[in-house]
């Protein structure tokens, strides 16, 4: 005899766990099934910037949702630390985009016209402000609202709350396969048990190109390996985050400063390599040249789920089954974690939702450009 | 368009890497398909006993199939690290098992009728040897032949030997699910990839029950949990390995003392509890009192793949597909994982077989046995 | 030719700096010297209670002074992260004190005489704010200002902002003695350097017993052993601090319970034992006792300094040298660090001190008790 | 009361060790006191190359002793294994010297003249034995003897031997000076207790540079910080070990494969830097170009002491004082620990010395050469 649930999440890292508590929340039973451990993948490799102006460049239905998520922050960091008692490490001092010509400072200041809490600072009151930072740049462009989390202390104070909550989260639990007995019902398969759903949710990033493919759509998700380290100085003053050319040096709130990350395509390993390394250090010593001498602590690396066009598939199965998903996030799935578990939990309670959102993450959006 | 093998093997454990080293020296190309990392599960867990005299209990085709696996290590330790460059950490100090009453020791001397290499040590004679053990004990009994090995340096050197003779291992690819297309043809389905090969070696330990499942065959793999401990001390001289109730102290070739193993049934969690270590200590601090002052230095746990009657199924599937199974070793993997390297090998290649073992380590035994 | 600083600190853990971040504060220059890495002694054992009421049962200067440290995280919380960017986790969620019996029921109420924000809170009570403890209590104490830190991120913002404001942190630099070269001249000596320094503070825990003998001085700090356990479960909700019968279970906010303490004099060894962490389990599982399936995730040890009285030294050399101690803070130290670091800077800048404390504290308080 | 010692050994790292198991083993009284943990200095941070034959380059009383040394291995690996139940992971693959120029091979055939088990090997002789080297070497010098050990095993091999020989062993304890009671009575003061000892061993590696300065000799011990890392691969196979430009890639019977070392002068710190780690990347990628897609596994640093000529400081205080020295060894610390533990015995126990080797590790040597 198989448990019953409502929703059945396959995949428990960030994304997936904040789908659990916002369905927790509404009393809806949940199953998490996690084929490791829960946040083990993507999740921890993250460096957990909330970088919605310094990552996403048009003021499109994209854009506007990761603001929305990064705002969501600011109340989820209560709810889940009196909850779980787990603290997010929320911090909110904002990011600097670097500019070492001015060309490049051309375009930085262009961003201003739409975003208008951004800042353009001059060479002399960005170094004021961080002494380290290199004395070749130009200037820098200000984002107040670009903080940081801790990303496995998110996943964890979601996984918390939603197993408190009600939800049951089952690790070292892989899903092999979905199987539809009725219309609203469904069995996941795993190698410890079986789980009957009325509803699915795919949330399992990389590993989600594969129900894809087993359900015959389109989609794809590919992974992009992204190596990071991380050091720390005594020495080193460092209060925002710093992001230039790909890469940044976010200041933690456990002394560390956190350096990536590489992009590397089809390459599914989860350990970074010499050459990974070796390429990151080259390009973050001439924007803090300090850090040559900083201590090195760890280095590790990540798979970021990348859709073709570089935007998650939020959304519901296309021929209208109960299976929706919720993946692709690629360099986005911490910031875009909280908005995209209250989106799902709308989609399954049939709520109203922003049809811009809808048609912006739709599953088939790429299918249909395809054919005009 | 899908690479093509003679042979997939599912499962990057010491069983599956001992298969495909097996081939790959006889020239059959080989996949292996690994959900994690290399040797990360039960392998890693395991303390690494040689323990043919001592886990087994009748001189019967189990038990000669076990002796063959021991005697094979003493050739393999060299092939091995000649190829690989990787020491397996070979011990062969012997094993003692001890009685605490007279009762216990009349139960041992019973198995020496069978086994001619068994010795009987008075108290004296074992605490001469071993003086650090417990004062109550009535005596022990000495196999010599039961060594130990360090079951993760022997996974990585079949890993890479393997590897170097020119099998592929691929890591974090987990297999969902088997789809025959021909007589020799099938396909085999994870997140990343499709590999198409003639035969297929299931050997992925408790994960493998699924595929018995998948396959519609009625036979069964549950996980038996085993939560294991190290200490270190500079006064605590042991050589030999410690067995009483279960549980045994492994004096490793890098100082640590390992402790083993709790037997928790259907739980499916890889980290130790709170009960079980104290369980552990508990039940080992009578047989060797100093280790209460001994360093704790990690604690940590794996899951044992059980069959219904404790021994593995080694075979092909019963209607002639050229699927095979190497799987359930339960608390004996390493100590068979040899001898199972070279009965999958005979098995595909079509060579002579011992029936004895054909018959003990059959998938449909039981099916067999329940007929009766 | 040495370096000079107006005050050398011997000894790198919270308390040395903490007293290097109030002297930096005040322009004074100081030299840190660490005879191994920063924080990693008492500081990165204990379990970071700031137990004013819970740990110290007079109403005493001892316990103003205790108070007034707890007063004080405060504000260092917020200036410590502004100039460190380090998050000290600090968590205010208070404590319990339970009571398994009406005697122990009694004794703990009547503590809520001289301290009026102590409630008695009831079995029920209790259990509907914590519901994992224990069915046998019969009610607990409420303390809402026992909140707890994270010393070892505590010590590290003391560091750092110390050396941003220009205190030297020299690490693997043990003192082995000090001299006297004039009225406000010493030289510190160590393998790699001699430094020079008109005020010498002694904060190096169980290791300034040592000066105190080298300095023909008659008191004694002696280690006081204590070993510890973290775990986790998504199962428990546990938002207070617990503490019974000398043992604790804190939440932090990183979602570990830690599990402490056991206190085994005169061992000077840094790793916990199998005796030890038996002894912890056992008497902390008639406490919360779902903890029995709690994930065991780490062990470790730590040295406490204790003095004859279990109170600290903090004062000046008795015949009126410019050396300082700041030491056997014993079960305290995490609690007490902010307001030794204030008191010993007034010492030495010669402000007006609490004349309580002075004597509290003073170094021969208890040969004139001797003497008696 | 202090206890009473025959000798007492400043410093428990490989050379301490040493020492005390040869000392043990003839009966003498032993107390080994280590400032941190056994082996945690510069003995954990070696790769443990053997390189008498690589390292030195005259055939003088340096080589002669190494060569000693070297050999002694052969019969430790037995030894040490049967009493201490420790494997030292010896392995006698032997070591390729590169060159990369004509230049080059012209200089390393030279050393062929003296060392008549040397072999030059072409080109394609050196690729077919190692076919992951840089295609463009023009040969290489083969030193058959030049193998490797693990030295923390070998440390901890000759401690638990010591300690079960009845030596004592004290670790968390800096010696922090030496008083001269009498004659053949000297005690040492450490935090913890005073022992009294008749012959002092100051064997503390480039912490001993502060006892020369207290006993008034002018002799030096300096740091140089090594960094080294660590990867593995799959594909690359390596069996010798490969040395150029004082870098180093040491197959180890585990499967990592060690990569040496950078060389920086008085920086005492114990973490590798940013810095260091490219620098050795940059070094070793073209020597080894595969190495590049290798797994980067962990990184660290560890202080080499060297003194005014690089060779070690082995022999008796100058003016007949019961205070030896075995300290300085510099990049051959693991290779000299045999013989200088045989040497430092026969010192003490006034038994008959080679001349060469008083005169070669005297530690006088300098001075008189600085008079001349």
Same mark, same amino acid.
């Given at each position: 005899m198989k448990a019953k649930y409502d929703v059945g999440i396959i995949g428990g890292g960030i994304i997936g766990q904040s789908i659990a508590y916002?369905?927790?929340?509404?009393?809806?039973?949940?199953?998490?099934?996690?084929?490791n451990k829960v946040g083990a993948g993507a999740t921890s490799a993250a460096a957990g910037m909330l970088g919605a102006s310094s990552e996403l460049e048009n003021n499109d239905a994209f854009f506007q949702f990761a603001k929305e998520s990064q705002q969501q922050y600011k109340t989820l960091r209560h709810d889940l630390t009196n909850l779980s008692q787990i603290n997010i490490q929320y911090v909110d001092k904002g990011m600097y985009k670097l500019a070492f010509t001015e060309q490049e400072a051309y375009v930085l200041k262009t961003a201003m016209k739409e975003h208008h809490s951004l800042e353009w600072h001059?060479?002399?009151? =960005?170094?004021?402000?961080?002494?380290? &930072?290199? *004395?070749? %740049?130009?200037?820098?462009l200000y984002i107040p609202e670009d903080g940081h989390v801790s990303p496995k202390h998110v996943c964890a104070a979601f996984s918390k709350s939603a197993s408190?909550?009600?939800?049951v989260i089952v690790e070292n639990?892989?899903?092999?396969?979905?199987?539809?007995?009725?219309?609203?019902?469904?069995?996941?398969?795993?190698n410890q048990s079986e789980y009957s759903c009325s509803?699915?949710?795919?949330a399992n990033g990389v590993w989600s190109d594969y129900f894809f493919k087993q359900l015959d759509l389109e989609m794809k998700v590919?992974?992009?390996?992204?190596?990071?380290?991380? =050091?720390?100085?005594?020495?080193?003053? &460092?209060? *925002?985050? %710093?992001?230039?050319?790909?890469?940044?040096?976010v200041p933690k709130?456990?002394?560390?400063?956190?350096?990536?990350?590489?992009?590397?395509?089809?390459?599914?390993?989860?350990?970074?390599?010499v050459g990974g390394i070796q390429t990151l250090i080259e390009k973050i010593t001439p924007i803090l040249p300090a850090i040559?001498?900083?201590?090195?602590?760890?280095?590790?690396?990540?798979?970021?789920?990348?859709?073709?066009?570089?935007?998650?598939?939020?959304?519901?199965?296309p021929n209208g089954e109960n299976i929706y998903f919720a993946t692709g996030h690629y360099r986005n799935g911490i910031l875009l974690a909280p908005k995209t578990g209250t989106m799902v939990r709308d989609l399954i309670l049939k709520r109203k939702l922003n049809e811009d959102y809808v048609k912006a993450f739709s599953i088939t959006r790429n299918l249909a450009k395809a054919a005009r």
């Amino acid at each position: 005899m198989k448990a019953k649930y409502d929703v059945g999440i396959i995949g428990g890292g960030i994304i997936g766990q904040s789908i659990a508590y916002q369905l927790a929340k509404e009393n809806i039973s949940v199953v998490v099934l996690e084929g490791n451990k829960v946040g083990a993948g993507a999740t921890s490799a993250a460096a957990g910037m909330l970088g919605a102006s310094s990552e996403l460049e048009n003021n499109d239905a994209f854009f506007q949702f990761a603001k929305e998520s990064q705002q969501q922050y600011k109340t989820l960091r209560h709810d889940l630390t009196n909850l779980s008692q787990i603290n997010i490490q929320y911090v909110d001092k904002g990011m600097y985009k670097l500019a070492f010509t001015e060309q490049e400072a051309y375009v930085l200041k262009t961003a201003m016209k739409e975003h208008h809490s951004l800042e353009w600072h001059s060479k002399q009151q =960005v170094l004021a402000m961080e002494p380290n &930072l290199s *004395k070749e %740049i130009v200037g820098g462009l200000y984002i107040p609202e670009d903080g940081h989390v801790s990303p496995k202390h998110v996943c964890a104070a979601f996984s918390k709350s939603a197993s408190l909550l009600g939800a049951v989260i089952v690790e070292n639990s892989p899903v092999h396969s979905i199987k539809k007995l009725g219309e609203e019902e469904y069995i996941l398969f795993t190698n410890q048990s079986e789980y009957s759903c009325s509803h699915i949710v795919i949330a399992n990033g990389v590993w989600s190109d594969y129900f894809f493919k087993q359900l015959d759509l389109e989609m794809k998700v590919k992974p992009v390996k992204g190596e990071c380290l991380a =050091v720390s100085s005594e020495n080193i003053s &460092l209060e *925002k985050t %710093i992001f230039y050319d790909h890469c940044y040096i976010v200041p933690k709130g456990d002394g560390r400063l956190v350096v990536g990350a590489t992009m590397v395509e089809d390459d599914w390993s989860t350990t970074p390599t010499v050459g990974g390394i070796q390429t990151l250090i080259e390009k973050i010593t001439p924007i803090l040249p300090a850090i040559k001498s900083a201590k090195l602590l760890e280095t590790w690396a990540g798979l970021r789920p990348q859709t073709d066009d570089g935007k998650p598939y939020i959304g519901q199965h296309p021929n209208g089954e109960n299976i929706y998903f919720a993946t692709g996030h690629y360099r986005n799935g911490i910031l875009l974690a909280p908005k995209t578990g209250t989106m799902v939990r709308d989609l399954i309670l049939k709520r109203k939702l922003n049809e811009d959102y809808v048609k912006a993450f739709s599953i088939t959006r790429n299918l249909a450009k395809a054919a005009r």
